[in-house]
Nanobody, 125 residues
Framework: QVQLVESGGGLVQAGGSLRLTCAAS????????MGWFRQAPGKEREFVAA????????YYADSVKGRFTISRDNPENTLYVQMNSLKPEDTAVYYC??????????????????WGQGTQVTVSS
């Protein structure tokens, strides 16, 4: 069972940038499709971005496309999301998630097998 730990969240002004990191516990990290999700107060958790096992394919929610970039470093067992041009509506707890057994990029929570504990991102106006 892979353990995931997010870091890098914080408070940033609108227009600013943050890079979130997700460290995975297993050397088999490269066998998982990885994703980022977020949950704002009073809202359901939503898909942000996903990346294939090799990192060659990515997919983004329309709300972050062109501003966020998902990437991974398989030898370092680490997932990233670079978030630029942040908006107040990006404020949420951000979670990384791992999907085992497929290389299809998932956009639904139920497709992912393992989750981190989340990191808070707050964007002030």
């Amino acid at each position: 069972q892979v353990q995931l730990v997010e870091s890098g969240g914080g408070l940033v002004q609108a227009g600013g940038s943050l890079r979130l990191t997700c460290a995975a516990s297993e050397r088999t990290f490269s066998t998982y499709v990885m994703g980022w999700f977020r949950q704002a107060p009073g809202k359901e958790r939503e898909f942000v971005a996903a990346i294939s096992r090799s990192g060659g394919n990515t997919y983004y929610a329309d709300s972050v496309k062109g501003r966020f970039t998902i990437s991974r470093d398989n030898p370092e067992n680490t997932l990233y999301v670079q978030m630029n041009s942040l908006k107040p509506e990006d404020t949420a707890v951000y979670y990384c998630a791992a999907m085992y057994g497929t290389n299809r990029l998932g956009v639904n929570e139920y497709q992912y097998d393992y989750w981190g504990q989340g990191t808070q991102v707050t964007v002030s106006s």
